[in-house]
């Protein structure tokens, strides 16, 4: 019984309040943003769309997710968190509520955009929101607690979507739009508004130019880091976007992709909770060089794969390295952004993520048409490219957050960015 509660410690004791009322919002957001999981199959079998046009639609919602990446980023910071996160969360219920009743393809393709805008802007206030609430010392059980969240809520948003898109694409979507209304009624209730208006920062200390967006993109130790969560999700993306053909050119059928998607997925849910207390000891560059380098090991197996059993097994692997990648990741994106630019710090680090998702596909089709099998030692190279960026890049990453701790305690100052 002490060896529970001392666990239970480890993983999520001393966080405040505000931070479970944010990550229970979390959690409904994600167990009920099902329905864009089906918006291909729904355009092609419910609105005859030929399956390039839906193609176009789904990459619509892509772009939109982009820009509302920065816009929720940029809104974080000067309107407020909850602001931003109620404003989203009411804007996504409405579109989500009119794709459910419209017909016309075009409509449906504008109506997909926003949605994908409205889907993207709560990420930079949620994490802004925990980085504002949730001390320094507690960060890495806190941003795990909200990677498990994350992946918590896809796993049941995924089986409550196939039971819905049986019976009505209308019930996917509508259910979709009310389950995000619950979470904005959550954030609305509970989660009071955690920006600290600041003093206007000096002149001499941003250099003449009041910071920005802008800031975070000339920041070159951020975007060193940024590139290198880049790389990071581009191996992530493998599983949703090469590893199916691949495992189809083995002769696999689409139901063992899904145990090995279900492996990974099971394997998060049940063992990240442990992640903090056994990373804790341990550095955040080396934690990530060791998490990338599981992931191009994994990756890197597939090269010899040619039965389930061996897909199964590096899907442990690169699993393992994304369950410790998780927290260092978010807590070293939280500390390299200055107070006052912490929202539009979030919202420039998760465009690696869209990034990803289109560059992953469209030159892992390439690369695994033209290099077969071998197209995996390619992906584990990146992996390893990665490992070494980080134990490179760990130092000057160290130094620049003792400068911002520092800066912090002056008044009217913002941290310097070279």
Do not use: C
Not at 91 to 112: K, R
Not at 122 to 130: E, L
């Amino acid at each position: 019984m002490r060896g529970l509660r001392r666990w239970w410690d480890d993983t999520a004791g001393g966080l405040p309040a505000t931070f479970w009322y944010l990550w229970s919002g979390l959690l409904i957001n994600r167990a009920g943003a099902f329905a864009l999981l089906f918006l291909s199959l729904y355009l092609t079998a419910a609105r005859g769309a030929p399956p390039s046009l839906a193609g176009l639609v789904v990459g619509a919602y892509g772009i939109g997710g982009a820009a509302g990446t920065l816009l929720g980023g940029v809104l974080a910071d000067r309107w407020g968190r909850r602001a931003t996160l109620l404003a989203a969360h009411v804007a996504a219920a409405g579109l989500m509520a009119a794709l459910a009743f419209t017909t016309h393809l075009a409509v449906i393709a504008v109506l997909a955009t926003l949605v994908g805008v409205a889907h993207s802007m709560p990420s930079p206030a949620f994490v802004a929101a925990i980085v504002d609430v949730v001390p320094e010392a507690r960060r890495s059980r806190a941003f795990n607690l909200q990677f498990w969240a994350f992946n918590l809520g896809m796993a049941v948003a995924s089986l409550l979507a196939g039971i819905l898109a049986e019976a009505s694409f209308t019930a996917l979507f509508l259910v979709d739009a009310g389950a995000t209304l619950a979470a904005a009624v959550v954030i609305a209730l509970k989660v009071p508004e955690t920006l600290t208006r600041r003093p206007a920062p000096t002149p001499r200390a941003v250099a003449g130019r009041r910071p920005g967006l802008h800031t975070a993109l000339t920041d070159r130790t951020f975007l060193v880091f940024v590139g290198l969560t880049f790389l990071l999700a581009v191996l992530t993306m493998q599983t949703s976007t090469i590893m199916p053909l691949a495992m189809r050119e083995d002769g696999l059928r689409p139901s063992a992709y899904g145990l090995v998607v279900a492996l990974g997925g099971a394997l998060i849910v049940v063992g990240q909770l442990f992640v903090p207390r056994l990373i804790e000891p341990y550095r955040k560059s080396s934690v990530l060089a060791a998490s990338t380098g599981l992931m191009a090991l994994g990756f890197g197996a597939l090269t010899v794969a040619d039965g389930l059993p061996l897909y199964l097994g590096a899907a442990v692997v690169w699993t393992v390295g994304q369950m410790l990648a998780a927290p260092p990741n978010a807590q070293i994106n939280a500390d390299l952004a200055p107070p006052e630019l912490r929202a539009r710090y979030q919202s420039v680090f998760y465009l690696t993520f869209p990034a990803a998702s289109f560059v992953a596909p469209a030159l892992g089709g390439l690369s695994l048409e033209h290099l077969g099998e071998r197209h995996w030692l390619v992906v584990g190279a990146l992996g390893l490219l990665a490992a070494a960026g980080h134990l490179l890049a760990g130092p000057r990453r160290e130094r620049r957050v003792a400068a911002l701790r520092t800066a912090a305690q002056r008044p009217g100052t913002v941290g310097s960015t070279r």
